[in-house]
């Protein structure tokens, strides 16, 4: 993007290099110091660089120029770096006042892929919100039983493909059955182009949400791609 800082660029270009070469070391090292440096804020370095490495990595895969065991490097070296910079986020959140609201992240039954889902996740930390992040493959009626006892006030529930975004659809319905008073959302790289058979209020644009990109990055609907 043109009209990106130079650090980001930077930052973007050193980790994709880093990971051409299959060199995992360098890339977490540059992506952290980054953010470590104040070069690149969390928030920043989750949209403008893991988002697009992602992105471009599910891409090449699909145009048949990279193998799916670099997609998964890829996706490994990605969520190490969200590990490590995840004292960040606490440290943000700590910051700012709560929100008072509540939020768990789960993705559908079948559905392996929830590292763009973390990143949203720790959009919500920084945010103010109090967040509970289930992973992958959870069962709808586990989501159900922990939205009650953690009496969140909303869910978010991701695809990563079109498949699943059935299974989304299905589990939106049950939730919504089970739980009315609490608002449900979905988002994920399937529902990028594509969100034909969905509310309006269920696909939720975060920087609207949230407080604008200046706290965060993606938005719900296409929360930071993953196709590994």
Same mark, same amino acid.
Do not use: N
């Given at each position: 993007?043109?009209?990106?800082?130079?650090?980001?660029?930077?930052? +973007?270009?050193?980790?994709?290099?880093?990971?051409?070469? &299959?060199?995992?070391?360098?890339? @977490?090292?540059?992506?952290?110091?980054?953010? =470590?440096?104040?070069?690149? %804020?969390?928030?920043?370095? +989750?949209?403008?660089?893991?988002?697009?490495?992602?992105?471009? =990595?599910?891409?090449?895969?699909?145009?048949?120029?990279?193998?799916?065991?670099?997609?998964?490097?890829?996706?490994?070296?990605?969520?190490?770096?969200?590990?490590?910079?995840?004292?960040? @986020?606490?440290?943000?959140?700590?910051?700012?006042?709560?929100?008072?609201?509540? @939020?768990?992240?789960?993705?559908?039954?079948?559905?392996?892929?929830?590292?763009?889902?973390?990143?949203?996740?720790?959009?919500?930390?920084?945010?103010?919100?109090? =967040?509970?992040?289930?992973?992958?493959?959870?069962?709808?009626?586990?989501? =159900?039983?922990?939205?009650?006892?953690?009496?969140?006030?909303?869910?978010?529930?991701?695809? %990563?493909?079109?498949? &699943?975004?059935?299974?989304?659809? &299905?589990?939106?319905?049950?939730?919504?059955?089970?739980?009315?008073?609490?608002?449900?959302?979905?988002?994920?790289?399937?529902?990028?182009?594509?969100?034909?058979?969905?509310?309006?209020?269920?696909? @939720?644009?975060?920087?609207?949400?949230?407080?604008?990109?200046?706290?965060?990055?993606? %938005?719900?609907?296409?929360?930071?791609?993953?196709?590994?």
């Amino acid at each position: 993007m043109a009209d990106e800082p130079a650090a980001v660029q930077a930052a +973007y270009k050193a980790v994709a290099d880093a990971l051409a070469d &299959h060199d995992k070391a360098t890339a @977490v090292r540059t992506a952290v110091e980054a953010v =470590t440096s104040g070069a690149v %804020s969390i928030p920043t370095l +989750y949209r403008d660089v893991l988002s697009r490495i992602l992105a471009d =990595t599910g891409e090449a895969w699909h145009r048949g120029e990279t193998s799916i065991w670099e997609e998964h490097l890829a996706s490994a070296t990605v969520r190490t770096i969200v590990e490590i910079v995840y004292p960040g @986020v606490l440290k943000a959140k700590a910051e700012i006042a709560p929100a008072g609201r509540s @939020v768990l992240l789960a993705c559908p039954p079948e559905e392996a892929h929830d590292l763009g889902l973390r990143m949203v996740a720790d959009r919500f930390d920084m945010a103010g919100w109090s =967040t509970f992040f289930l992973g992958p493959d959870t069962p709808v009626e586990e989501v =159900t039983a922990a939205a009650r006892r953690l009496g969140v006030d909303a869910i978010v529930m991701s695809s %990563s493909t079109h498949f &699943h975004r059935l299974a989304v659809r &299905h589990a939106v319905d049950a939730l919504k059955k089970e739980l009315p008073d609490t608002d449900i959302w979905v988002g994920g790289p399937a529902f990028v182009g594509a969100a034909t058979g969905w509310l309006p209020q269920e696909i @939720v644009d975060l920087d609207e949400l949230l407080g604008g990109p200046a706290r965060g990055g993606q %938005s719900a609907d296409a929360p930071a791609g993953e196709e590994d």
